[in-house]
């Protein structure tokens, strides 16, 4: 994907990233090919449907083993990467070291932006090298053509067939990056269990339309702030953001997500396991609970149903009285030693207090429960 983004991107302005100057006439290609012809491993699988389709590229694979079919690309890489071994402090030699020797390792110098210079000038110096065995046409020969790439490049631009076409890079990108499928929910546009949002969906009521309904989506697996809505011409697409919720993954990386979500996963699989039993432990302790208040209820056979309904109030506003006497708050300083010895607080019984707020409240609970009881089994005259 990357080198496809290269091949379309400005050459100047490429190197400038990397501190070198060029003009245009040094590196002038910006442009799509026709035809890319790659090895089976780099196309297959991958989705170019985008390329071919909207960028109306054509794509070839060489069949396996056979990197004599493009044995110009093949035998460059192979005289950049001696180059390099040959300049390059720290590169790894074919032989091997001997016990005692100096760690190669240890001599390496060049950071990523410095080693990627390196290749840009060897590129440059190969755009300018004789090409000893190119079949020259007489037409160059009589034009005075060295066999150079870059003289080749602008003889055939304008004396062959030289359809050259440019396109907008973020045009380019949106049909070279990775699809997947998200899905429209309730709460936003979930994709890798992120959840987005956008303006269209917003003003086309796409959450209460369209949920659950899946979409196809072009994403970049190191920018995950964005993922973008293609439309069917392949040129232009509706941005989504991510929402409040997922904003925590804001600078992650795909491999980073996935990794959270499954550490996740393990965690609540392994709480569940916990879980099962612990619904084991409590089912078996509700279970005695309620089996020890059936047997004391059980114990109570004289009091007639009447009266345990009738007695409902009574009993409801006795153990009210009971807990508040029991949970009630005393702010007060907790006394000293000396201060308890001197001090003698008598507290009531639960059976004192339960006579005592039977006192309070008789009439008034005489009174309410005789209306409730009237109320339940009719007035009896």
């Known amino acids: 994907m990357m080198a496809l983004d290269n091949m379309v991107a400005d050459k100047v302005d490429f190197c400038k990233q990397y501190n070198i100057d060029i003009t245009e006439e040094q590196w002038p290609t910006r442009h799509l090919p026709e035809i890319i012809i790659a090895d089976r491993g780099e196309f297959e699988g991958y989705s170019v449907e985008g390329l071919i389709n909207n960028l109306h590229i054509k794509i070839e694979n060489t069949t396996a083993y056979r990197g004599d079919l493009k044995g110009i690309v093949e035998r460059k890489f192979r005289t950049i990467n001696g180059k390099i071994k040959q300049k390059a402090p720290g590169a790894i030699q074919k032989e091997y ?7 190669y390792r240890l001599d390496a110098t060049l950071n990523l932006k410095e080693f990627t210079a390196l290749i ?9 090298k004789i090409i000893e065995k190119y079949p020259m046409e007489k037409e160059m020969i009589t034009d005075g053509i060295v066999p150079t790439p870059i003289n080749i490049w602008n003889w055939g631009i304008q004396n ?13 990108r ?3 990056l990775p699809r997947g499928r998200v899905t429209i929910t309730r709460t936003g546009i979930k994709f890798k269990n992120l959840l987005y949002g956008s303006k269209r969906a917003i003003e086309e009521q796409w959450y209460a339309n369209l949920k659950n309904k899946s979409i196809e989506i072009i994403y970049d697996p190191r920018h995950l702030d964005k993922i973008y809505i293609p439309s069917d011409n392949g040129i232009d697409y509706e941005t989504c953001l991510l929402l409040e919720p997922s904003k925590q993954y804001k600078s992650d990386f795909l491999e980073d997500v996935i990794f959270q979500q499954q550490l996740l996963n393990e965690l609540k699989e392994q709480e569940r396991s916990q879980q099962a039993q612990l619904t084991i432990n409590t089912d078996t302790i509700m279970e005695e609970i309620i089996k020890k208040a059936e047997q004391k209820k059980s114990e109570n056979k004289s009091i007639s149903k009447k009266e345990k309904l009738v007695s409902i109030w009574k009993n409801k506003a ?13 702010l007060s300083p907790t006394p000293t030693l000396h201060e308890q010895v001197a001090d003698i607080v008598e507290f009531e019984t639960q059976s004192e207090i339960e006579k005592k707020t039977e006192k309070k409240t008789s009439s008034r609970l005489i009174e309410k429960i005789k209306q409730k009881s009237d109320e339940i089994y009719g007035k009896k005259d």
């Open 174 to 176: 949106l049909n070279v």
């Open 160 to 172: 062959r067939k030289g359809r050259l076409r440019t396109v907008d890079r973020n045009i380019f």
């Open 318 to 330: 006795i153990e009210k009285a009971v807990n508040r006497e029991i949970e009630k708050f005393d």
């Open 120 to 128: 840009i000038t060897l590129i440059l110096q190969h755009n300018h």
């Open 97 to 103: 070291r001997e016990r005692g020797d100096r760690d």
